[in-house]
């Protein structure tokens, strides 16, 4: 069995292998260490592994764990990332903690988040979800209202639009995964072309069980959980 310091290494490796198969110069896409399945100590192993930016998909679980690791970790600048469906009256409770919010997919919730900002007087870094998958039941705005939820996005006060994420469909098939990831970076490169802003630069996407699909696919930030800590 490989230990937490083993997988986090083993996971960078394949990321850049990745990024060369493919083609793609430039810095390698940053792992974000998905906690959710790891209890404080194997958490503060991988941040003594060089983890720093970390994620979490439930909001009360951020708030609890983020304490927790960060008093653990003094002097360690560590990014928790809110990942998981953001209900609009949980909004409050990860507006300041969060530094970045991936999971913004209606004109509600990024209103609420930039009010909740507004309030504490910060701006939040968000992410705008999308659904490439048109899977009926999964979060993300459809590909087709993408573009003017961004615009409205990029007009709120408090809130920084600083890209996109997508979740592939839970599947074996690689070419619909990779067809889901690719159709994400279309849009994502369009909606850069239309430069609403100068902080929208990441491409949030890739799993344990597709990461390497999606830096192909010029992810730049992936969400990786049971490959380091496992199930
Ligand atoms: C749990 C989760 C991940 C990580 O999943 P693994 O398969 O364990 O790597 C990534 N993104 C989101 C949104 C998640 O909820």
Redesign the pocket.
């Known amino acids: 069995m490989q230990t937490i310091a083993q997988n986090i290494v083993q996971v960078k490796t394949n990321i850049k292998q990745a990024q060369t198969r493919a083609g793609r110069a430039g810095p390698a896409a940053t792992l974000i260490v998905?906690t959710?399945?790891a209890d404080a100590e194997q958490i503060n192993q991988a941040v003594a592994a060089g983890a720093v930016d970390l994620?979490e998909?439930r909001v009360q679980r951020l708030q609890d764990i983020a304490r927790q690791v960060t008093a653990h970790n003094p002097g360690k600048q560590l990014k928790w990332h809110m990942?998981?469906h953001l209900q609009r009256n949980k909004v409050r409770k990860a507006v300041g903690i969060a530094a970045c919010i991936?999971?913004v997919d209606t004109l509600r919730l990024a209103e609420e988040i930039s009010s909740a900002a507004q309030k504490l007087k910060i701006v939040q870094n968000v992410m705008l979800q999308v659904n490439t998958s048109n899977e009926p039941q999964k979060y993300g705005v459809p590909v087709g209202a993408a573009i003017h939820l961004a615009e409205q996005m990029a007009t709120m006060p408090n809130i920084r639009l600083t890209g996109l994420m997508t979740?592939a469909p839970l599947t074996d098939e690689q070419s619909r995964i990779r067809a889901c990831f690719a159709r994400a970076y279309e849009l994502f490169m369009e909606i850069k072309g239309e430069a609403l802003s100068p902080y929208f630069e990441h491409l949030s996407m890739g799993?344990?069980?597709d990461y390497q699909i999606a830096v192909e696919e010029g992810a730049t930030m992936v969400?990786?959980?049971?490959?380091i800590f496992g199930k």
Do not use: F, L, P, T
Not at 223 to 227: H, T
């Open positions: 998905v959710k399945y994620g998909s990942i998981g991936h999971s979740m799993m344990s069980n969400r990786v959980g049971s490959a």
